[in-house]
T-cell receptor
Framework: NAGVMQNPRHLVRRRGQEARLRCSPMKGHSHVYWYRQLPEEGLKFMVYLQKENIIDESGMPKERFSAEFPKEGPSILRIQQVVRGDSAAYFC???????????????FGPGTRLTVL | AQSVTQPDIHITVSEGASLELRCNYSYGATPYLFWYVQSPGQGLQLLLKYFSGDTLVQGIKGFEAEFKRSQSSFNLRKPSVHWSDAAEYFCAVGGGSYIPTFGRGTSLIVHP
């Protein structure tokens, strides 16, 4: 059973370009979470999705950021018109259907390191 | 709202010495607590978790953690540290319908 997969592992963009980060959850997992990790900081929750639904996007910046988890295919985190402050590691995690989002163990992918020039 | 504090940003220990990483949480009911480890350039790996029952939890790689309700703490311990334990350690708290909240992490440095 493959783990959570993220690609690309490293992504370089110039200011103003778009960044698309992909996450394939573990088989059988229906919950996907995106986190951002800035240098010298912990993980900051961004968004929680289930298939075709955004459940909680309270941690997502209101502009330029969007996320989806379609019925088929990976979850996508999209950042439009990137700025230098978007440079960070973006982690995806998945969890199986369970008793609740706060109790299910989250399994993390290796992350995508975004660098904005 | 729930929160997690990891008061130590960096911890330095000698190989073979014992280790304790501190984690304090704030949550109104019985929390669900996790410790994760992140090696350089990698994602987070679950070390152990506490949901209920025995307050001393055993995890992988020889780690254990003790839930102390009276102190709102969930400290991570290891009796003898190996050089390969050098990494970033994250404590997280969940409960109810809230998505787990992560602490800012503690960086462990191991001296030979």
């Amino acid at each position: 059973n493959a783990g959570v997969m993220q690609n690309p592992r490293h992504l370089v963009r110039r200011r103003g370009q778009e960044a698309r980060l992909r996450c394939s959850p573990m088989k059988g997992h229906s919950h996907v979470y995106w986190y951002r990790q800035l240098p010298e900081e912990g993980l900051k929750f961004m968004v929680y999705l289930q298939k075709e639904n955004i459940i909680d996007e309270s941690g997502m910046p209101k502009e330029r950021f969007s996320a989806e988890f379609p019925k088929e295919g990976p979850s996508i985190l999209r950042i439009q018109q990137v700025v230098r402050g978007d440079s960070a590691a973006y982690f995806c995690a998945s969890s199986p259907p369970g008793t609740g989002v706060s109790t299910d163990t989250q399994y993390f992918g290796p992350g995508t390191r975004l660098t904005v020039l | 709202a729930q929160s997690v504090t990891q008061p130590d940003i960096h911890i330095t220990v000698s190989e073979g010495a014992s280790l304790e990483l501190r984690c304090n949480y704030s949550y109104g009911a019985t929390p669900y607590l996790f410790w994760y480890v992140q090696s350089p350039g990698q994602g987070l790996q679950l070390l152990l978790k506490y949901f209920s029952g025995d307050t001393l939890v055993q995890g992988i790689k020889g780690f254990e953690a003790e839930f102390k309700r009276s102190q709102s703490s969930f400290n991570l311990r290891k009796p003898s540290v190996h050089w390969s334990d050098a990494a970033e350690y994250f404590c997280a708290v969940g409960g109810g319908s809230y998505i787990p909240t992560f602490g800012r992490g503690t960086s462990l440095i191991v001296h030979p």
